[in-house]
């Protein structure tokens, strides 16, 4: 079972187990103050849930019909009742008057003439096309709100994942990512859940309560009011569940994204964990977070089950004042025995809406708590974006230069970058070399514009690339990083990745990668499967098909970032062949530890704590006898 498939199935159980919640802690709604904390903990439903609404406006047909479908299900479910307390009066003889005995005298002169001339089987008649008609109309219902809910979901994990996807690296450089897939699985799923069971259920809980309502007020507004009187309990109760477990639903879903990460890194990291004998301390840590949501889980289900009988309390003293005063008023000949029956059934149907409304808050809640996780990715609103003016690149990358270029790492005091400057022009190859932390992947992500420079200009043609699109600056590099990435799939979607391109040219990129060798010795060839994040790869053959990857984009500006640290001496140097006699008028700017890599560049920076301190062609820098001869002597065995 690959990684992949492993993580989907343990994530899948989670969910199911822990009825689909997560949390990303560091997504905006879970950094309130203490005070919006206590503002937050009495709120009845919330606030975030309703902005599930204009999605499901997005297809008001379907909405539409599933609020006339249920509405008429709601009144095909009470209207059996009456016309069952109306046979009961028939067959007991008695007569009724007011509203009702109106309703009755109607049906015995229109309707049953058209059905039998035997009252006895219309009423069983009627009784049927109540039935049916409810399960039709259910039927109907159902299905819009279900599909409305699927179509809304996906609305939903589509805006968070372009939110997502649009936010620039440093977003993700604190945040675990299986707690933002928590958020894009489990949370999306509860508010599916919301829309499709929720809704149906406010409407049930509307139209059967002022159905009933009517139909019982216009038998006997006495009995109406024994019956609803004591329902009025039921708004204390609500407020009193809501304010105190909403918070707790929030913690959950919380402690299960915390869950869902640290699974994440577990499997991803198996083999690390198993060369350290390390199991049992990952154990640990998933005990930890999984004890922390079964107390919050056990805290919620404490509330929650002290509000769903206070309820069965309340529908206990209706019901038992309703038989009480029915009896009395049905012997004194305010209402009839077949009225009483009426009434009884219909109080009867409507403890369903009432324990519907105590799940109904339960569900709202727990909605409540995904929406805020949900609603704060799609939210998310990018820092570093195309000014409004910004202009396409027009044409190929043919220069590159940094002037004066200071940098520091956000919620950091340490200087990366303290004013580099270089320039690099078209058909020119620039290494960089320096100690770790020198700086180096910085300038490279300035360069691809995942940070900004707080001082200085990065140009891009002569232009400042801040006034230049984003995707047109990109659409002209080829990036290869020094962590090779290859998404779940086979070696041709890896290396076509995101581009159309037929065999021919992809096994082209690859014989220039000094890949196509391994490749064709694949028996599945282009069509094999890498596995997730390329696992079923060498660390060197990952760097070949990434490499692979970015030369498909024939790009005008080829951007290495250690690229070639997990390749052999030979193959790089057969590398470096393939792109020096390929490369025309391409731009290269190569990060290199290996100085083998760069020896061969136009020229070559030194870099030491985030500054320059030396420049030149491989023979000049040797000559110089500083840091790069030093390294130089180093990794081929001359000190």
């Known amino acids: 079972m690959n990684v992949m498939i492993l993580r989907t199935f343990i994530m899948s159980r989670l969910n199911a187990q822990y009825m689909g919640a997560g949390n990303p802690r560091a997504a905006q709604y879970d950094h309130l103050t203490p005070e919006e904390l206590n503002a937050s903990k009495v709120d009845i439903l919330g606030k975030q849930i309703w902005r599930i609404i204009p999605y499901g406006m997005n297809y008001k047909k379907r909405a539409l019909t599933g609020i006339l479908a249920n509405g008429m299900a709601r009144f095909a479910d009470l209207l059996p009742f009456v016309f069952i307390g109306f046979a009961v009066d028939y067959y007991a003889g008695n007569d009724t008057e007011g509203t009702f005995g109106s309703m009755r005298d109607l049906l015995d002169d229109t309707i049953f003439p058209l059905i039998t001339d035997n009252l006895a089987i219309g009423y069983g008649i009627l009784i049927f096309l109540g039935f049916a008609s409810l399960a039709v109309f259910q039927g109907i219902s159902e299905y819009c709100w279900q599909t409305l809910g699927y179509k809304v979901q996906h609305d939903l994990r589509l805006d968070a994942t372009k939110s997502l996807i649009d936010m620039e690296a440093s977003y993700y450089d604190l945040r675990q990512t299986g707690q933002l897939m928590s958020v894009l699985s489990a949370d999306v799923n509860q508010l599916e859940d919301v829309i499709s069971d929720a809704s149906t259920s406010i409407i049930r809980i509307i139209v059967t309560f002022g159905t009933a309502f009517l139909i019982l007020v216009l038998m006997s507004w006495k009995l109406a ?265 086979t070696l041709k979607q890896n290396v076509a990745y995101n581009r159309e391109s037929n065999d021919e040219e992809i096994m082209k990129a690859l014989e ?18 890498v596995g997730d994040r390329g696992t079923m790869l060498s660390g060197g053959q990952r760097a070949r098909v990434s490499l692979a990857r970015a030369l498909l984009k024939n790009p005008s500006l080829l951007v290495l970032d250690e690229a070639s640290s997990a390749l052999d001496a030979e193959t790089e140097k057969r590398i470096q062949e393939n792109l020096i006699a390929s490369g025309g008028s391409r731009t290269t700017i190569a990060v290199a530890h290996r100085l083998s890599t760069i020896r061969n560049a136009e020229e070559i920076i030194s870099m030491v704590d985030g500054a320059i301190v030396e420049r030149g062609t491989h023979d ?20």
Not at 293 to 315: E, K
Not at 473 to 485: C, I, K, L, T
């Open 512 to 529: 220039l990668a000094g890949a196509a060798e391994f490749v064709n010795d694949f028996e599945d060839g282009l069509e094999t499967m």
């Open 225 to 489: 009011a024994v019956l609803f009187t004591p329902l009025v309990l039921i708004i204390p109760l609500v407020y009193l569940f809501s304010t105190r477990v909403q918070r707790k639903y929030r913690q959950q879903r919380e402690s299960t994204g915390d869950i869902t990460a640290v699974l994440e890194n577990i499997i991803s990291g198996i083999s690390v964990v198993q060369a350290y004998n390390a199991q049992d301390w990952e154990a640990n840590r998933v005990d930890e977070e999984s004890t922390a949501y079964r107390d919050q889980a056990i805290g919620a289900s404490r509330d929650r089950n002290r509000f769903l009988p206070g309820l069965y309390g309340i529908a206990g003293i209706a019901f038992g004042l309703l038989v009480t005063v029915g009896g009395y008023l049905t012997k004194s000949g305010d209402i009839t025995t077949g009225q009483l029956v009426t009434f009884l059934l219909i109080s009867t149907r409507m403890t369903m809406p009432m324990f519907i409304f105590g799940m109904l808050v339960n569900q709202l809640q727990k909605g409540e708590a995904s929406a805020r996780r949900v609603f704060a990715l799609v939210d998310l609103e990018p820092t570093i974006t195309d000014k409004k003016d910004a202009k396409e690149l027009d044409g190929a990358i043919t220069s590159i230069e940094f002037e004066n270029v200071h940098f520091t790492y956000p919620g950091t005091s340490t200087k990366v970058l303290a004013g580099i400057s270089f320039k690099v022009s078209a058909g020119e190859f620039l290494g960089v070399m320096g100690h770790t932390g020198a700086g180096k992947t910085t300038i490279l992500k300035l360069l691809m514009r995942y940070y900004e420079p707080q001082e200085g200009r990065v140009l891009v043609n002569g232009i400042d690339v801040q006034d230049l699109t984003l995707d047109s600056v990109r659409a002209g590099m080829g990036f290869v990083s020094q962590e090779p990435f290859l998404f779940f799939g």
């Open 620 to 639: 000049d820098l040797l000559a110089n006898n500083g840091v790069y001869a030093s390294q130089w002597q180093i990794q081929t065995g001359q000190r």
